[in-house]
């Protein structure tokens, strides 16, 4: 349990009055949870819990993360239901998936109560900040970072944890709206023994190139094929991926390339309750696009906390294109929608034990 001591801002930032014009991780509230690691500290080497006023950090320029990206962060959500009730999604699951990543890129972890302790604490603290309109939410990003000066590529002896808080409209500026996905048949994201599961900042910016050519082609993100062989579907840019296919889901299996999202399991599990085969292994583009010309290919959406469920309306691999349904969200992938919207919001019976309360709103 750590005991967290908190300096609470002197002045307050103005919040947003039009919840509709968010976007999606650009304001951040007045706070922000810190906790520092130093190996010679003793016990775990984690210590002074803290909350403080938002502010920018101060670090070494020779410090390790700016030069070799030791670095892994989460993404949550916290949710203002109808009765005022700020409640978070499976919190468990980022904090266990945060120790995988940390342990991926030699960062010391931080026990699963206590990242979870911390995330909270903050929230309550910033309950104002969560959002009131339905689909925006109060997007919470935690991120640990090396902090030791050294140009030797080891892992540092110090560490930041941090938590933000961002109140966040929709992923993609379109909303709901089915997006354009561009498959990548160049530059890849992941390769067996790297860190394609791990959540961290590496994966990302390698990221960024492709989803530059995809955008400035008209697409929004890139659909990534798997590294050895060019062939698998594995993941987009910001979401996992499932195909509906002849009736059958198919999404690529958690082996290591692909990020284990919280969303992904959910949504499977979902499908399973509700009767649909679930099939996690190698699909192909080939038969995707196949499934797509031979108008098997149902429906295709990604899935992440950032993205929630996201109908895809067009696929581009090489020179070829394939149409999905009719360029509308299909009926499962608004039916997931609805579903992982309605536990979150408070509005569907929260079964499944997926919702942890926080505090009154
Ligand atoms: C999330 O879905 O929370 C993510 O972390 C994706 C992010 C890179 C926008």
Redesign the pocket.
């Known amino acids: 349990m750590l005991d967290i001591k908190i300096t609470k801002a002197e002045t307050l930032k103005e919040k947003p009055t039009d919840e509709s014009k968010l976007g999606f991780g650009r304001i951040f509230t007045d706070h922000m949870f810190l906790m520092d690691y130093d190996r010679s500290y003793g016990g775990t080497g984690w210590h002074n819990p803290r909350i403080e006023p938002y502010h920018p950090f101060s670090i070494a320029p020779g410090c390790v993360v700016l030069h070799y990206a030791q670095e892994v962060f989460e993404?949550m959500k916290a949710y203002r239901t109808a009765d005022n009730k700020i409640q978070l999604f499976r919190p468990e699951c980022n904090a266990r998936r945060y120790q995988d990543s940390c342990d991926r890129l030699c960062i010391p972890q931080i026990p699963e109560e206590d990242f979870v302790q911390a995330v909270k604490a903050l929230v309550e603290l910033e309950k104002d900040w969560v959002p009131h309109t339905e689909g925006a939410t109060l997007y919470i990003r935690p991120f640990t970072f090396a902090t030791m000066e050294q140009l030797g590529v080891h892992a540092s002896t110090s560490y930041t944890f941090c938590i933000i808080l961002s109140p966040s409209g929709a992923?993609y500026a379109t909303g709901l709206a089915p997006v354009r996905i561009y498959v990548e048949d160049e530059y890849i994201r992941a390769a067996p023994g790297l860190t394609g599961f791990a959540k961290c900042g590496g994966n990302?910016a390698a990221s960024i190139k492709s989803g530059e050519i995809a955008e400035a082609l008209g697409y929004s993100q890139v659909l990534w094929l798997d590294g050895v062989e060019h062939k698998y579907v594995e993941e987009v840019g910001?979401m996992n991926i499932f195909f509906k296919i002849d009736g059958k889901i198919y999404t690529a299996a958690c082996t290591g390339t692909v990020l284990p999202g919280v969303t992904r399991r959910s949504i499977i599990e979902l499908c399973k309750d509700w009767g649909y085969e679930v099939i996690e292994g190698k699909l192909s583009i080939d038969d995707v696009m196949k499934a797509g010309h031979d108008g098997k290919l149902e429906e295709v959406f990604g899935s992440?906390?950032?993205?929630v469920v996201s109908p895809v309306k067009e696929l581009k691999y090489e020179k070829d294109v394939v149409l999905i349904g009719d360029g509308k969200i299909g009926e499962l992938t608004q039916k997931l929608y609805d579903t992982m919207t309605g536990i979150q919001w408070g509005r569907i019976k929260d079964t499944k034990n997926w919702i942890v309360p926080v505090c009154q709103g």
Do not use: F, L, V
Request: proline letters at 0%; zero cysteines.
């Open positions: 993404g992923y990302y910001s992440g906390t950032a993205a």
